[in-house]
Each structure stands twice: as C-alpha cells, then as structure tokens.
C-alpha cells in the first residue's frame, strides 16, 4: 500500500458505476494517471467539482498495488484547488472547443501512463492560463500550444530558415515530412506555400511573441491554424501507424 501526491491537470472525467468516476490526469512527475474518485457523482460533492476537466489540482494517490481497486487503479484520496480554470472555459464556447483539443492532444503525447512528461506537463498548465484569461484569441492560444506540444516532442518546425540545409529564412516552401520551410534548392513536390505573414504568424507562436500573433491579419490566422492542424495530424498519425507496426 502506497500513498503518493502530484500536481495535475484533469484530462477526463468517466463514469464508473452509481457515483463514481475514472479521473484521467497529466501529472507533473508521474505524466498520465488515471485514478478512481469515489462518490463524486452525488450531488453537492466537492471533491467531485475539483476534479472537472481543465481543473489544476493538488490530488493524494491511494495505491494497493496488486489489489483491485476499482479495476487496479489508484484512488484519489484527497484534492486540492490549485487553479479552477474549468470556471472561465467551459462557459465560452470558442475557449471550450480550443481548450478541448488541447487536453485531447496533451493526452495523446503522455500516452504512456507513469511515465514523465513535464514539458508537456509545463505546457499545459501554461496554455490554460492564457486560454482562461480570455487576453488572446482561443485558436492562438491553442495554435501556440500545438506547435509548442510538437516542438517538445521532438516534432519542433522551421518558419524561417530551411528545414534541410539550414539557409537562413525568409523560405516560402512549406513541408509537413522536412517540419518546416524549404529553400528553393531543397524543396520538393507537394510542399504548400503559405502566405510570407502567416509564416511570420507562425513562428511568433511557437516563440511566444503575443504582440506579433495578436496583430495579425484574421486570414494569417485561418491559413496558420490550417497549417498547424495539418502538421499536428500527420505527427500524429504517423505516431499511431508506427506504433501498430511496433505491436505486430
Ligand atoms: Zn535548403
């Protein structure tokens, strides 16, 4: 029997049984956990209302090893509010869908669970600061959030220089395999050319230069997070195919 305590966001919320529910997390050292929280689901319970989705909370793990405990896994025991970002998000239906898609995808990059992740932890924790604070468009906030989940990952993109030699930017030709712009002499067949700005855009988000993000032009904005979905996806595709093969 163990007892072990970890800062974490809340990913997911499950039912299990009458009253209670399966809490996925993204902890700081222990990356995802997923626990059993007992009776929140009665009403008035506010244990049960720290752990909604988007919460930072302080959680106590209550661990009997080998023995079930609600299919194997720990309990939470106790939990603390360290930040109710829920409250500002899921009353705005723009920071909603964006915060949505960023604990999907903190979730996909922890996908072993026990295993550190604090980057992604770091990020995520970050990135719903910013999204609750509602100072920044929603799809900015969740934008920066992906190029950054990528970059630690090891998936970081190139908006100025080229991707393959290096020659320093502006370059124009934009490749989802090389992760980044292309100069003229490295490109190859299939690479989208976006708009000088929205490369521009692009790369401010990954460097968190607000100023630049925040002033740019509404379609920068639809072309980038074009871009940005686009790349994400084939990352992470790529991650499900290769996995596959690796369990054959
Ligand atoms: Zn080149």
Redesign the pocket.
């Known amino acids: 029997m163990s007892l072990f305590r970890d800062d974490g966001v809340v990913l997911r919320a499950q039912k299990l049984g009458e009253a209670d529910r399966i809490i996925t997390l993204l902890t700081r050292q222990h990356g995802k956990v997923r626990a059993v929280a007992r009776g929140v689901r009665k009403t008035k319970s506010k244990f049960g209302a720290r752990l909604e989705p988007f919460s930072h909370v302080d959680v106590q793990f209550f661990s009997r090893g080998s023995e079930l405990v609600g299919r194997g896994l720990p309990l939470c025991t106790q939990v603390e509010t360290i930040a109710p970002y829920g409250g500002s998000i899921v009353t705005d239906y723009g920071r909603y869908t964006a915060g949505t898609a960023m604990l999907e995808t903190a979730e996909r990059f922890a996908e072993n669970e026990g295993e550190p992740a604090v980057q992604q932890y770091l990020l995520l924790v970050g990135g719903l600061r910013t999204l609750a604070a509602g100072v920044h468009e929603s799809h900015l906030v969740m934008d920066a959030f992906l190029l950054r989940s990528l970059a630690v990952n090891g998936y970081g993109a190139s908006f100025t220089d ?6 320093e930017g502006p ?1 124009r030709f934009f490749s989802l395999p090389a992760g980044g712009v ?2 003229v ?2 490109r190859v067949p299939g690479c989208a050319v976006p708009s000088p700005e929205t490369l521009v855009l692009l790369g401010a988000l990954l460097s968190g230069d607000w100023r630049t993000a925040d002033a740019c032009e509404p379609r920068y904005w639809r072309e980038g997070s074009g871009l940005v979905a686009a790349y994400l996806q084939w990352h992470l595709e790529r991650g499900i195919r290769s996995m596959r093969y690796v369990e054959k």
């Open positions: 080229c991707a393959k030699c290096g020659l370059n292309l100069c002499d490295c």
